[in-house]
């Protein structure tokens, strides 16, 4: 599976951005997807993550009830909608799919295909 995260942007506090994650090369829509984090000298962290279907979903304590991850297996795509963003929210965003993992998870270990990273920033 190929993944290709696109989106990114800088945008002011407060405001919404939307990213997606295009899959190509396999059966991107029988597994779990997620989107992690990472920003400078941190370590990759685990934003929202659903279900091969996209009926199950769990997300960092973070960014509960202001993101939502959601995918579109006919599209062969995955989104992330951020809203009322916030500085600390600066990061580059990674999309992963899984290649053996059917449910939600937040384990990165569990994620077999990375995108390239769409970066983020917001600024106050």
């Known amino acids: 599976v190929q993944l290709q995260a696109s989106g990114g942007g800088l945008v002011q506090a407060g405001k919404s951005l939307r990213l997606s994650c295009a899959a190509s090369?396999?059966?991107?829509?029988?597994?779990?997807m997620g989107w992690f984090r990472q920003s400078p000298g941190k370590e990759r962290d685990f934003v929202a993550g659903?279900?091969?279907?996209?009926?199950?979903?769990r997300y960092a304590d973070s960014v509960k009830g202001r993101f939502t991850i959601s995918r579109d297996n006919a599209k062969n795509t995955g989104y992330l909608q951020m809203n009322n963003l916030k500085v600390e929210d600066t990061a580059v965003y990674y999309c992963?799919?899984?290649?053996?993992?059917?449910?939600?998870?937040?384990?990165?270990?569990?994620?077999?295909?990375w995108g390239q990273g769409t970066l983020v920033t917001v600024s106050s």
């Open positions: 659903t279900d091969w279907s996209g009926t199950s979903t």
């Open positions: 090369g396999g059966i991107f829509g029988s597994y779990a």
């Open positions: 992963a799919s899984s290649g053996g993992v059917y449910t939600a998870t937040a384990n990165i270990d569990e994620y077999d295909y």
